[in-house]
T-cell receptor, first 112, second 111 residues
Framework: NAGVTQTPKFQVLKTGQSMTLQCAQDMNHEYMSWYRQDPGMGLRLIHYSVGAGITDQGEVPNGYNVSRSTTEDFPLRLLSAAPSQTSVYFC???????????FGPGTRLTVT | GQNIDQPTEMTATEGAIVQINCTYQTSGFNGLFWYQQHAGEAPTFLSYNVLDGLEEKGRFSSFLSRSKGYSYLLLKELQMKDSASYLCAVRDAGGYQKVTFGTGTKLQVIP
């Protein structure tokens, strides 16, 4: 039981490049989400999903796309990277009786 | 939407008790989380309160007052390893029930 996994752990992109951050969970949770964390701003919700085929925008969705074709996977796509997207990205899944939200280890992204 | 407020920083002494407050104003409320996050690591779940009152888990307790839009996390017998950021988060009411975080309280435990 791996919990929530994220790849890659570190990434450097040039402005304008695109990439996909991968996230997978093996707990059969319906709810998954993507956050970015910047100094002094806490965790901000980018996109979230309440089940396969259902996604919605969070606080800061611009420049990011998501899809949820399976319960397990919830990839985050950066369409055209910008320096403002330099951040630490966390994927999370939530479920169980206590609605405990488990976080992946994070992806540290730098856009130059 | 959600508006969540926490103090930015706190300092406390090893062995002491510290209370970290969180206030929120929401358009819908389904529950409140507390998370611990050490520097450079992912947040880890501490507690989830749905009903008013105090819930205790070992050295950590969490309190919720829904009518006042107020919660606190109480840490007893502080240890140096408790130095971390503590994040308050609110879960929406309604169908999608998204979770929104406050900016976190950085706690420093000193000898």
């Amino acid at each position: 039981n791996a919990g929530v996994t994220q790849t890659p752990k570190f990434q450097v992109l040039k402005t304008g490049q695109s990439m996909t951050l991968q996230c997978a969970q093996d707990m059969n949770h319906e709810y998954m989400s993507w956050y970015r964390q910047d100094p002094g701003m806490g965790l901000r919700l980018i996109h979230y999903s309440v089940g396969a085929g259902i996604t919605d925008q969070g606080e800061v969705p611009n420049g990011y796309n998501v899809s949820r074709s399976t319960t397990e996977d919830f990839p985050l796509r950066l369409l055209s990277a910008a320096p403002s997207q330099t951040s630490v990205y966390f994927c999370a899944s939530m479920g169980g009786d206590n609605y405990e939200q488990y976080f992946g280890p994070g992806t540290r992204l730098t856009v130059t | 939407g959600q508006n969540i407020d926490q103090p930015t920083e706190m300092t406390a002494t090893e062995g002491a008790i510290v209370q970290i407050n969180c206030t929120y104003q929401t358009s819908g409320f389904n529950g409140l989380f507390w998370y611990q996050q050490h520097a450079g690591e992912a947040p880890t779940f501490l507690s989830y309160n749905v009903l008013d009152g105090l819930e205790e888990k070992g050295r950590f307790s969490s309190f919720l007052s829904r009518s006042k839009g107020y919660s606190y996390l109480l840490l007893k017998e502080l240890q140096m390893k408790d130095s971390a950021s503590y994040l308050c988060a609110v879960r929406d009411a309604g169908g999608y029930q998204k979770v929104t975080f406050g900016t976190g309280t950085k706690l420093q435990v000193i000898p």
